[in-house]
């Protein structure tokens, strides 16, 4: 089979870096220059990427944009063309410093993107919720994220790390990867045809179907948290004026939960999270189950008196899972295909930006030193790692009735509501004043299940108040 040399985007050149002047540095361009001489490519290249990128989202573009703003020669693989729907609408806060990173906010806020200054829970059983607002958050540094449309958000974030220098090649397919001990070779499908890249380094950031996580077996499933999403946009979904018309909900139910994402002025994303077997054990379509479900939480169907569905229903599957291994001599797993734990806590697009960033700063200093590797490597799978590890402990107690008691009972003790902010918010570093606070809540959650230190909930949804709602809705139509 002949293998062609995949085309050059004509303004792609590894030298002609687009970001902003201070980012660009001469020296990391002429050092990649020198290093792209050392070994031919494959497939009639006369030199070498120092990093290749499998998937445009948002980890594989968060690592390629601070790859090529470092002067790093970079090149970008995605499968599908941008932009194309994704579910995972919900910023977090500590994203914020990454965005600053690669320049990102100005262009973030001309897209129209949604401020979200927090969150707001509720059990299904009563009205009465608890807000949280980011800028009180145990040491904040900043009082917003955004709730966005990730279909423009991931075009906008591709976009971008094209324009600060990464090549960057949508609708191409990985078909092969193979490793050596100086090199990483690929065999990509575009256009009908097979063509041959190599580089120093692979990053794999291909979602849930991990390129090298299928190559290489290492993909491990939480059994307890093997989740089915359901959902749709509507529009004229009411909401409350201000800041707290940009919360996103969380509603808890007995056996699901369910989410309200304002996205713009007028579109709402709304969706429910179930165990697979109890949607298919329903035997109901998913628009019907999704009507049926939204129309029996009475906090739901009052904002949706005057609503009406915009999109068709999505069915997305939520398995929770992790990769046993993230790094080897040559390559990096970031984003989903490291791994996803729940959408609850809006983790995933935080997770892969964190993610990507990590990549980028480490292979950033393995490719000027490549013995760092020995230590850089692990302590990236240990970093994301331990990340993954406070959102599965988190998302573990979620799912306990106990979880929401506790949480909709808020006392301010110890400091204890400022610290769950924070890890809601994204902060998943090392504070010791974090995490002992973290270590009392989590006490008080398994101490409500054996003595009921607060006010147990049913989290099912009072009936005559559900029938309220149609009632109403039916007289006003």
Known sequence: MKIDPLPRPQDSHFYEITGSSSSFSWVAAVKSWFRSKELPASGGFGDIYDVAIIGGGPAGSTAATLLARAGRRVIVFERENFPRFHIGESLLPFSMKAFTRMDLHEKILRAGFMKKFGGEMFGSCSEIGNKFYFKDAYRSQTEHAYQVTRADFDKLLLDHSAENGAEVHEHAMVEAVTFSNEHVDLSIKRNGSSQAVRARYLIDASGRNSVLGTKLGIKKTYDHLQKLSIFAHYDDVSRAEGIDGTLTALIRGIDRWFWIIPLTAKRTSIGVVLD??????????????????????????????????????????????????????????????????????????????????QCA??????????????RLFPRYERTVNRAMDIYLRFVNAWYTKEFIEIFLAPRDVFGLPPAVNAVLGGNIGNSFAIRWRMWVFYFLVWLQKHYAIVPRLTLVPKKEDAADMVTSETASA
């Open 276 to 357: 697979n077997d109890t949607f298919r054990k329903s035997k109901l379509s998913a628009e019907d189950f999704l009507e049926q479900t939204l129309a029996e939480q009475p906090i739901i169907a009052k904002r949706m008196t005057n609503a009406r569905r915009v999109s068709k229903v999505y069915v997305a599957t939520d398995f929770s899972y992790r990769s046993t291994k993230l790094h080897g001599d040559r390559w990096l797993l970031a984003g989903d295909a490291a791994g996803f734990i729940d959408p609850i806590f809006s983790s995933g697009v935080f997770l892969a930006v964190f993610s990507g960033e």
């Open 361 to 374: 700063d480490a292979l950033n200093e393995v490719l000027d030193r490549p013995r760092k590797a020995r």
